[in-house]
């Protein structure tokens, strides 16, 4: 999640109403399926202001009971949800809200909220050929839907690491191979999903 705790202030000609924005650099939200997650809308005003949230194509959006909702206060709010009741519609896309009172009407940038599964995953080893006496770089594959949020911290043999052995481990996950080695597997971890 990326915030700023900067605010914007707009004031009308009465000078007792303004609107203003709060982390107005709020772009993206990534939250586990598990959890759900609330998304404050990064404005607000005094008088209070009304608080609205719309989908990046312009269209307001619309509870839908026990998977979205906006809060009076203005905080949207989606549900937790099984993996099978994934929408991308919902679940991942981009938002946008507006606050308007006397003082007119702004609208926040776009906010894209994106639901990640946590679900078991596996990684594997693709494989390599080489000639004899030559090296060889072995890639981790990982699941399309968990690759943007599992670092490859290691490769192991034994419970040694292949990292405290040769001090390698490429970008990606990559790592360079030579038969006196042995055999190698490699561990993944989930690096940054709430």
Not at 35 to 64: F, H
Not at 92 to 120: F, L, M, W
Not at 176 to 194: D, E, F, Q
């Amino acid at each position: 999640r990326v915030q700023a705790s900067c605010q914007c202030h707009f004031f009308s000609e009465d000078l007792h109403s303004s609107l203003y924005f709060v982390n107005a650099s709020l772009q993206e939200v990534v939250f586990a399926s598990t959890t759900g997650t609330s998304v404050p809308c990064p404005a607000g005003g005094a008088p209070p202001a009304s608080l609205r949230w719309y989908l990046a194509t312009g269209e307001e959006i619309y509870d839908v009971p026990g998977i979205r909702h906006v809060h009076p206060n203005g905080t949207l709010q989606i549900f937790n949800f099984l993996p099978s009741s994934f929408s991308k519609l919902i679940h991942d896309n981009t938002y946008y809200c507006t606050a308007e009172n006397p003082s007119g009407k702004i609208r926040s940038q776009d906010v894209h909220i994106k639901a990640v599964s946590r679900e078991p995953y596996t990684v594997r080893v693709a494989d390599q050929k080489a000639m004899r006496g030559s090296v060889a770089v072995f890639k981790c594959i990982i699941p399309a839907s968990v690759e943007a949020y599992v670092n490859v911290v290691s490769w192991e043999k034994d419970t040694v690491s292949l990292n405290s052995v040769t001090g390698v481990l490429g970008q990606g996950g990559t790592v360079p191979y030579a038969p006196s080695w042995g055999n190698w597997r490699l561990t993944g971890v989930p690096s940054h999903i709430p």
